[in-house]
């Protein structure tokens, strides 16, 4: 969820986003247009060349949940641990009550905001059971839905926001990383407007590549009927076939965004591609930084209609060329065993205590709640030197540090490692944001070029504001 470019500024600044895709190239004007008046229809069998890799028809029976072997239903007003209301200022309690989500009997699932008698909120949002949706090496991913938005309108529409979207399988059970893991915001919709929103989240906030808390997006109007009156498909594809990469949203076949790997550029397209995959999402908010920011005030108001549902026909993902995707190995959560503080050569493998750096440049050191000492107050532009790093002969796969945070208001930053100079291009990074408090302590892991031999090695921290965003206890790498 995001507030796109050309939308008035948001009131609370967000956390996390998201994004999908949108339809089949292939499939014909004629075609598409029965699918918009069609009230139920099966998941379209793959192109030629393609491959069914998931999907959902919906097809249960009315009055039930959707399935738990494809779904986990979110509840509350945020993740545990994670940034109230869902880190978008959105107002509403998800649940899940049948009232709230459930299958129509007709092929359709019907996610429905609902308002109790004291002005209250209610509305559902769910999440694919499965993390790892991602383009085969050298492939084509496709993320797909069928779907109709709230038919509300006008001043009855203000506060509606119902989404399809991805986000980086690192956000589960972590919370804190977005947006460096990545957001693929499929279909936003807001406050009864004819209009999609397709929009990439990645790197830090603020600021950054993708331009957060914005993100890179798009927009325009439902093809034929209005996207309140029909169902429309809407579609996202990751092409991981040519170089550089390519990301595209469609709506009823017709492409209307597109954004390059060499327009996010690096680190941010590698922490965003790198992972395991995504997991997929589908929610009606009520209110936040995207409706509130286009209202231009304060939504859901006084004449906010309730019960207005947004029905999915079906979710699929597919997939075209390459070979198997790589697998992805699970950092470990355990701390890396400790060594002592250098006095001479420092082993990479073992822990090394961030306070026993040989150089900094506006970096403090604090006593840490787990014990000993950790480098604080770290902000923009700050770096540390650990000086005789010894690396081997075989390089590492990734490095991992021990970080907190308690930056707040979405604020993230990154933790980068470079060789030789703080000047020099980062060999590594990771984004991190607020974790709860400033000794609110995670294992972050990161992806690394690995070097070998023996090297000065600079921490370095980069962040599009001007305060203090993370404090790190120790780091190491690991083969």
Same mark, same amino acid.
């Not at 986990?72 to 009232?99: F, R």
């Not at 383009?135 to 509606?160: D, F, H, K, M, W």
């Not at 919709?189 to 209009?195: E, L």
């Given at each position: 969820?995001?507030?796109?470019?050309?939308?008035?500024?948001?009131?609370?600044?967000?956390?996390?986003?998201?994004?999908?895709?949108? =339809?089949?190239?292939?499939?014909?004007? %004629?075609?598409?247009?029965?699918?918009?008046?069609?009230?139920? /229809?099966?998941?379209?069998?793959?192109?030629?060349?393609?491959? =069914?890799?998931? !999907?959902?028809?919906?097809?249960?029976?009315?009055?039930?949940?959707?399935?738990?072997?494809?779904?986990?239903?979110d509840?509350?007003?945020?993740?545990?641990?994670?940034p109230?209301?869902?880190?978008?200022?959105?107002?509403?309690?998800?649940? &899940?009550?049948?009232?709230?989500?459930?299958?129509?009997?007709?092929?359709?699932?019907?996610?429905?905001?609902?308002?109790? !008698?004291?002005?209250?909120?209610?509305?559902?949002?769910?999440?694919?059971?499965?993390?790892?949706?991602?383009?085969?090496?050298?492939?084509?991913?496709?993320?797909e839905?069928?779907?109709? $938005?709230?038919?509300?309108?006008g001043?009855?529409? /203000?506060?509606? +926001?119902?989404?399809?979207?991805?986000?980086g399988?690192?956000?589960?059970?972590?919370?804190?990383? +977005?947006?460096?893991?990545?957001?693929?915001?499929?279909?936003?919709?807001?406050?009864?407007?004819? !209009?999609?929103?397709?929009?990439?989240?990645?790197?830090?906030?603020?600021?950054?590549?993708?331009?957060?808390?914005?993100?890179?997006?798009?927009?325009?109007?439902?093809?034929?009927?209005?996207?309140?009156?029909?169902?429309?498909?809407?579609?996202?594809?990751?092409?991981?076939?040519?170089?550089?990469?390519?990301?595209? +949203?469609?709506?009823?076949?017709?492409?209307?965004?597109?954004?390059?790997?060499?327009?996010?550029?690096?680190?941010?397209?590698?922490?965003? %591609?790198?992972?395991?995959?995504?997991f997929?999402?589908?929610? #009606?908010?009520?209110?936040?930084?995207?409706?509130?920011? #286009?209202?231009?005030?304060? %939504?859901?108001?006084?004449?906010t $209609?309730?019960?207005?549902?947004? $029905?999915?026909?079906?979710?699929?993902?597919?997939?075209?060329?390459?070979?198997?995707?790589?697998?992805?190995?699970?950092?470990?959560?355990?701390?890396?065993? *400790?060594?002592?503080?250098?006095?001479?050569?420092?082993?990479?493998?073992?822990?090394?205590e961030?306070?026993?750096?040989?150089?900094?440049?506006?970096?403090?050191?604090?006593?840490?709640?787990?014990?000993?000492?950790?480098i604080?107050?770290?902000?923009?532009?700050?770096?540390?030197?650990?000086?005789?790093?010894?690396?081997?002969?075989?390089?590492?796969?990734?490095? #991992?540090?021990?970080?907190?945070?308690?930056?707040?208001?979405?604020v993230?930053?990154?933790?980068? $490692?470079?060789?030789?100079?703080? *000047?020099?291009?980062?060999?590594?990074?990771?984004?991190?944001?607020? %974790?709860?408090?400033w000794?609110? +302590?995670?294992?972050?892991?990161?992806?690394?070029?690995?070097? *070998?031999?023996?090297?000065?090695?600079?921490?370095?921290?980069?962040?599009?504001?001007?305060? &203090?965003?993370?404090?790190?206890?120790?780091?190491?790498?690991?083969?």
């Amino acid at each position: 969820m995001h507030t796109p470019p050309g939308a008035l500024a948001p009131l609370p600044a967000r956390r996390r986003k998201r994004l999908a895709l949108a =339809l089949f190239t292939t499939l014909t004007t %004629t075609a598409l247009a029965g699918l918009a008046v069609t009230a139920n /229809a099966a998941v379209p069998a793959p192109a030629p060349g393609w491959s =069914l890799v998931w !999907s959902d028809d919906f097809d249960g029976a009315a009055g039930t949940l959707p399935s738990s072997a494809n779904w986990l239903i979110d509840v509350g007003t945020s993740y545990p641990g994670g940034p109230p209301n869902w880190g978008t200022g959105e107002i509403q309690t998800y649940t &899940d009550s049948t009232a709230n989500i459930s299958h129509d009997g007709a092929g359709n699932l019907r996610i429905t905001p609902l308002r109790d !008698s004291s002005g209250g909120w209610t509305s559902a949002r769910i999440e694919t059971v499965r993390t790892d949706f991602k383009p085969p090496s050298g492939g084509v991913l496709a993320i797909e839905g069928r779907l109709q $938005v709230p038919n509300v309108t006008g001043a009855q529409a /203000a506060g509606y +926001w119902p989404a399809f979207w991805a986000l980086g399988s690192p956000y589960r059970g972590n919370y804190q990383n +977005w947006p460096s893991i990545g957001e693929f915001d499929v279909m936003e919709n807001v406050n009864g407007i004819n !209009s999609v929103w397709g929009v990439l989240h990645c790197g830090y906030a603020p600021g950054g590549p993708c331009d957060e808390f914005n993100g890179i997006g798009a927009s325009r109007t439902c093809p034929g009927a209005t996207c309140q009156s029909a169902f429309h498909t809407y579609r996202f594809e990751w092409d991981a076939s040519v170089s550089p990469q390519v990301l595209r +949203w469609y709506v009823d076949g017709e492409l209307y965004h597109t954004v390059t790997e060499t327009r996010v550029g690096e680190p941010a397209w590698s922490q965003m %591609t790198d992972h395991a995959g995504y997991f997929l999402l589908l929610n #009606v908010a009520m209110g936040g930084a995207f409706p509130n920011g #286009v209202a231009g005030g304060t %939504t859901p108001t006084a004449a906010t $209609v309730p019960g207005r549902p947004m $029905v999915v026909d079906y979710v699929a993902v597919y997939s075209r060329g390459g070979g198997t995707a790589p697998p992805t190995t699970a950092p470990p959560t355990t701390a890396p065993p *400790t060594t002592a503080p250098p006095g001479g050569v420092r082993d990479a493998y073992g822990r090394i205590e961030a306070e026993s750096f040989n150089g900094q440049s506006g970096v403090r050191a604090e006593d840490c709640s787990e014990g000993g000492q950790n480098i604080g107050y770290l902000r923009d532009g700050d770096w540390a030197r650990y000086d005789n790093v010894e690396f081997g002969t075989t390089p590492p796969r990734d490095f #991992v540090a021990r970080a907190a945070s308690g930056a707040g208001d979405g604020v993230s930053g990154l933790v980068e $490692v470079r060789l030789g100079s703080p *000047t020099s291009p980062p060999i590594g990074s990771f984004a991190i944001g607020d %974790t709860g408090g400033w000794q609110s +302590w995670r294992s972050v892991p990161g992806n690394v070029a690995g070097p *070998t031999g023996r090297h000065t090695v600079y921490l370095t921290f980069t962040s599009g504001q001007p305060n &203090d965003f993370v404090n790190i206890n120790w780091f190491s790498f690991r083969r």
